[in-house]
């Protein structure tokens, strides 16, 4: 969750989130291929800092799963929401390829947030 002054919010994704902490359940899972947008609403980085110091990340950046509706609905609150952009082709950079790879051969974990829940 995130504001981003980009066109989509599709561009904020576009090399990951690997290289923000998180949590190690989510290693080799935050390339841009891996990520899903589910909302998009209309706000500032105001409102980020709102919801942040409301409910802050579990870890990092980062919630767990199991927060999504208490967040959303805090959301829909603050802030209106917009349809969600189509999703582009999102070509990522070579270091992001070179260490998406290191990535998935140094941990080679399960597609899963179970483990965030």
């Known amino acids: 969750m995130g504001y981003t002054g980009q066109s989509s919010a599709w561009y904020r994704v576009v090399?990951?989130?690997?290289?923000n902490d998180h949590p190690e359940?989510?290693?080799g899972q935050l390339g841009a291929e891996d990520l899903e947008?589910?909302?998009?609403f209309e706000g500032d980085r105001?409102?980020?800092a709102a919801l942040k110091?409301?409910?802050p990340p579990d870890h990092g950046e980062f919630y767990r799963r199991g927060r999504l509706e208490e967040l959303v609905g805090?959301?829909?609150h603050l802030a209106d929401s917009r349809p969600l952009p189509p999703r582009p082709c999102l070509i990522p950079t070579s270091a992001w390829r070179a260490?998406?790879?290191?990535?998935i051969l140094a941990h080679l974990v399960a597609r899963s947030f179970d483990g965030l829940t």
């Open 15 to 19: 090399n990951g989130f690997w290289t």
């Open 25 to 27: 359940q989510l290693c």
């Open 37 to 40: 947008l589910l909302y998009v």
């Open 46 to 48: 105001r409102v980020e």
């Open 53 to 55: 110091s409301i409910h």
């Open 74 to 76: 805090l959301m829909r």
């Open 99 to 103: 260490a998406v790879v290191a990535t």
